[in-house]
């Protein structure tokens, strides 16, 4: 009778492939075509392990992900469950009155559930984390120890080496969503509300899912992210940083913070140099250099300065034929705005907390050419208050929805930068956000952390794990940017010093084929016009693939020890 019983849930909890096969009453496995790949079981709060306070009962029903069948019951304040489909599984937290929990850290968990722990097959695991997504990488699966977790961790895809792949990630509030070791199991991945949190509202839901894709890693995720992007039903509007060539001045560029007199004087020689080289440019990129600065390195006023430009940046763009993409950062608690709108001041940060900010904000600066915002150190603003962190849940969607709702409703961009995996999964639900920084910033010296089998040759540590955090990028349609760079090998008078780009066309040819932005950050008198025109038409027009070059799943066989392939 028992085996009866099992065989009855287990039928009830199987998608195509995809199942889950109950044990116990609460312990499980997760199996694909009957082989085990995870097991699981188990919930808590505040680590605390929470005991069943009801019994199983049966769900089903139809959303954008199809039709499923679960089952859902009471762990005291928490009700587990989880659907199943024909092709992922969802795995959900709610809090119907609410909780107050200890804070654990931004590294750990308020809430687990489900507990995830490895079998005993063997298995690779592709895990997308870090600021810029810098530590995104496959190895070995051996469990919690062999991913990313706590705040800087992020979706994770588990492979056979063959043609299996199972990726797992947040399925709602991307912003509060972590997975870490879990306190029931060291090697056991748990998933939940992010650690640092206290309060959880009454109502609150978290969910994880698991897609099966079976024609391997690249197919998977790619399947993974278009299933996010039709569950919020977001549609992504034309990006016009990402479709014609740019000039920029971020960090890397010749005159970052490098001026030849003001930056007005700097833009107007590279514009007239531009066109005696006819060099397509058709926006430029304003790093932090033209806006005030106040505590703890924030923004203090985000407006033209008078030392960038003296005779001020209207009309400006009219004049050079150039549209701007405007870099931010986060803001200070002495900043300009805070008598007029509503922020949450934690000196020397603060947040804005009101859409009208952002309304104003943005329409302020495409009147007078933004077409892009950048918004960069997002992890620094995410994890320097407790707006983001532990007064609110929802606190850091709230930020990242008002500043895209505003964006959307001006007709301009967004790019993230210095980003975490949990923002990139955010933009699934935020039209406006069409760009992710996929490198760090560009290093025309290289950098000599990067060595074999990571560069082999070394080369820049801004180029290399393009390839793999363009695959989550592409997955939500987000173009990934992999910066600038110089198109001739040796630029006196920059700011570096006695450096030399040893690979420009290297760096066109990863800018070009990334389906990201190209941005050239030459001095005057510097350009390889014949290199800049291999990327663009005579009319700043790219030339693009059809999806970003991402790295190769061999590539990942080899490095998880699951498969041959390149380095």
């Keep these: 009778m028992r085996h009866l019983l099992l065989a009855c849930i287990a039928g009830a909890a199987r998608g195509s492939r995809l199942a889950i096969d109950f044990s116990t009453d609460e312990a499980f496995s997760i199996t694909i075509d009957g082989t085990q790949w995870l097991y699981g ?31 859902a019951r009471r762990y005291g304040a928490l009700e587990a469950s989880y659907a199943v489909y024909a092709d992922a599984v969802v795995f959900t937290q709610r809090f119907p009155d609410g909780a107050t929990v200890s ?31 810098e530590t995104s990488r496959a190895t070995k699966w051996t469990g919690a ?21 199972l990726v797992v990630s947040a399925a709602s509030e991307f912003a509060a969503h972590s997975h870490a070791a879990s306190t029931q199991n060291a090697s056991a991945v748990a998933f939940g509300v992010l650690g640092s949190v206290t309060k959880i509202p ?26 996010l992007l039709r569950a919020a039903g977001t549609v992504r509007p034309p ?44 926006y430029a990129l304003l790093d932090s250099w033209w806006y005030e600065k106040g505590s703890g390195d924030g923004v203090r006023n985000w407006s033209c300065t008078a030392q960038a430009f003296p005779r001020g940046c209207q009309g400006l763009s009219e004049e050079l034929g150039w549209r701007f993409m405007l870099h931010n950062r986060e803001w ?30 943005l329409r302020n600066a495409s009147d007078w050419g933004m077409i892009v915002y950048e918004q960069d150190w997002l992890y620094t603003e995410f994890l320097g208050l407790n707006a983001t962190l532990t007064q609110s849940v929802t606190g850091a969607k709230k ?23 949990r923002f990139v999964l955010q933009s699934a639900t935020l039209p406006a956000v069409t760009q992710i920084r996929a490198s760090d910033d560009y290093n025309p010296a290289g950098d000599s952390n990067c ?68 941005q050239v950050s030459d001095g005057v008198g510097y350009s390889d016009r014949e290199l800049i025109l291999r990327t663009c038409d005579e009319a700043g027009r790219l030339l693009q693939p059809s999806r970003p070059a991402t790295a190769l799943d061999a590539a990942f066989h080899r490095s998880a020890g699951v498969g041959d392939g390149p380095l």
């Design 41 to 71: 079981g188990g919930a808590s709060l505040g680590g605390r392990v929470l005991r069943p306070s009801g019994l199983w009962r049966a769900i089903k029903g139809k959303d954008a992900r199809g039709t499923y069948k679960g089952r």
């Design 103 to 133: 804070p654990r850290g931004v590294d750990g968990l308020a809430s687990e559930w489900p507990v995830l722990g490895p079998s005993a097959q063997r298995l690779g695991v592709l895990t997308f984390g870090g600021r810029f997504m």
């Design 145 to 165: 120890g062999s991913v990313e977790g706590g705040a800087y961790g992020g979706p994770f895809v588990l492979f056979d080496g063959k043609s299996d792949a």
């Design 202 to 227: 009454r109502g609150f839901a978290v969910a994880t899912v698991l897609t099966l894709g079976q024609e391997g890693v690249t197919a998977a995720v790619r399947t993974h992210g278009q299933a």
């Design 239 to 282: 990006d016009y940083a990402a479709r014609y060539l740019g000039y920029s001045t971020d960090n890397g560029a010749y005159y970052y913070y490098n001026p030849r007199g003001d930056y007005e004087t700097t833009l107007r020689a590279v514009h007239a140099y531009a066109r005696r080289e006819r060099i397509p440019y058709r």
């Design 332 to 361: 200070s608690a002495d900043n300009v705005y805070r008598d007029a709108y509503k922020f949450a001041v934690e000196p020397p940060l603060a947040l804005p907390l009101e859409q009208r900010f952002w309304d104003d904000l």
């Design 399 to 421: 930020w990242l929805t008002q500043m895209a709702t505003a964006a959307a409703r001006v007709g301009v961009t967004v790019q993230y930068c210095m980003e975490m995996a």
């Design 451 to 518: 060595t074999p089998p990571a560069c082999n040759p070394p080369v820049q540590v801004d180029t290399y794990y393009i390839g793999t955090t363009s695959l989550l990028a592409w997955a939500l349609d987000l173009a990934p940017s992999k910066d600038s760079f110089w198109s001739t090998p040796t630029q006196p008078g920059n700011p570096y010093g006695d450096v030399a780009e040893r690979y420009p066309a290297m760096q066109a040819a990863v800018a070009a084929l990334s389906r990201g932005p190209v």
